[in-house]
């Protein structure tokens, strides 16, 4: 029991201790991209912690990442920065889930007499759309399946984000600002080369010129990347 009531207590005092660690933008971004539909990703920004425990979010990541393969360290005080925790948050906002997440929440719809007329009802979400379609349980007692016009919730459901999102809970030994490297290897690009060849009349000597075609479907941009093919 004695066990148990000390793990309970430090979980609160962990989850109590949290600081919300600041990520600018890119400072710096390096692409090696292979001609086999993927690449390597190695982005550097400046990051802000505190002293402890603290939870760090990264967006606009490639949605085609391999999650497996993140690695996160600090450039700037390498030995002071631990990784307790490491998490690719992929579920993103869309009707849908927020509809699956939202199971138990109350919500508001509109449902179509005979005649076509519109009425406002509230009730219970019972089934997400994805088990079948949506299934609500009204306030006076009635079972409504997959509602047809506009559905309406009180609050956006907990873990839902509008970007792809790569999360850290971080234990620092020191304050203030720091250099971080995040480096990944994503699916969804890929590169092409061209060549065109100019010989002269007396086939004496040739011109050629050449140029990269680079495909990005990896789900997001890199910006003044330095490139590697």
């Not at 920065?81 to 699956?100: A, F, G, R, T, W």
Request: no cysteine.
């Amino acid at each position: 029991m004695r066990v148990w009531m000390f793990l309970l207590v430090f979980v609160a005092a962990v989850s109590m201790l949290q600081a919300a660690g600041s990520v600018t933008a890119q400072k710096s971004v390096q692409l090696t991209v292979y001609n086999s539909n993927f690449a390597l990703v190695k982005d550097v920004r400046t990051i802000e912690l505190a002293k402890g425990i603290n939870q760090l979010e990264v967006e606009d990541v490639a949605a085609q990442i391999d999650a497996t393969s993140v690695l996160f360290k600090s450039l700037t005080a390498p030995n002071s920065v631990v990784i307790l925790e490491q998490n690719y948050q992929y579920d993103l906002i869309s009707p849908d889930n927020i509809l699956n997440k939202s199971v138990g929440k109350r919500a508001m719809f509109t449902r179509y007499d005979a005649n076509g007329k519109a009425y406002t009802d509230t009730g219970i979400i019972l089934n997400p759309v994805s088990n079948g379609g949506l299934v609500i349980k009204t306030d006076d007692g009635q079972i409504v399946l997959r509602p047809s016009g506009q559905v309406s919730l009180e609050s956006m459901p907990e873990g839902l984000h509008p970007k792809p999102t790569l999360s850290w809970m971080l234990r620092s030994d020191r304050e203030g600002r720091q250099d971080a490297e995040i480096s990944y290897i994503t699916q969804g690009i890929n590169w092409t080369a061209d060549y065109v060849a100019l010989v002269n009349k007396d086939d004496t000597k040739l011109d050629l010129s050449g140029w990269v075609t680079l495909d990005n479907k990896s789900g997001t941009t890199y910006k003044d990347a330095k490139l590697t093919l």
